[in-house]
Nanobody, 114 residues
Framework: VQLQASGGGLVQAGGSLSLSCAAS????????MGWYRQAPGKQRELVAT???????NYADSVKGRFTISRDNAKNTVYLQMNSLKPEDTAVYYC?????????WGQGTLVTVSS
């Protein structure tokens, strides 16, 4: 497994969850890392991305509530999710780019109850 995600779960609306995704050391060069999500019956959508220099990009729907960060020494990307809403319920996927390669991790389910 080249990207190992963890941290999903069940939380009440207004609560917080933190996701992490560690990239295997077999990926020698990692450029951008990010999180995407897919809700039931919907297409996968971008949540947030971060470059290897720390520049971030967020979906409008999560701005001000979610924070993406990364630890380059650990090849790990994090997503801190605060003020969660039921519409944040989805399977969250981490992604990394390495040159022209796009690598996806397995999803982790986040369920926000109202």
């Amino acid at each position: 497994v080249q990207l190992q995600a963890s941290g999903g779960g069940l939380v009440q609306a207004g609560g917080s969850l933190s996701l992490s995704c560690a990239a295997s050391r077999t990926i020698f060069v990692i450029n951008n890392m990010g999180w995407y999500r897919q809700a039931p019956g919907k297409q996968r959508e971008l949540v947030a991305t971060i470059t290897n220099s720390g520049d971030t990009n967020y979906a409008d729907s999560v701005k001000g509530r979610f924070t993406i960060s990364r630890d380059n020494a650990k090849n790990t990307v994090y997503l801190q999710m605060n003020s969660l809403k039921p519409e944040d319920t989805a399977v969250y996927y981490c992604q990394a780019t390495s040159g022209v390669r796009v690598i996806w991790g397995q999803g982790t389910l986040v369920t926000v109850s109202s």
